[in-house]
């Protein structure tokens, strides 16, 4: 897959229109971003992660991306730690929030 070739190669950018590519920001929120929607196109559905999975992670990439102190040159290790720490804290007993799925849309 290009898309995923590309991400291996750190040369995602290169697909992006100029526009889009001004206007994103922390370079590293989309890298997140990305690197998500990787598992998402995995050709084993067992592999990728559920819709619940995605509307949970987006939503915890969204609040640590918000967060102040997150710097725009986090480590995104550091991210993936913390989404992971918030994530199995918030839904560590199997249940979901419906209204979350609904913020993530917005």
Sequence with gaps: MYFVSLLNEDQLLEI????????IGNIEHFKEVA???RRCVRVKGEKRPTMKEVAHEL?????MFRHPWVKSNSNAEEVEFFLGELCSSLYADG???SSMGVSVMK
């Design 16 to 23: 992006l229109d100029p526009r889009v590519r001004n206007d």
């Design 35 to 37: 690197a998500l929607a």
């Design 59 to 63: 939503a915890g990439l969204q609040a």
């Design 95 to 97: 249940t979901s929030n």
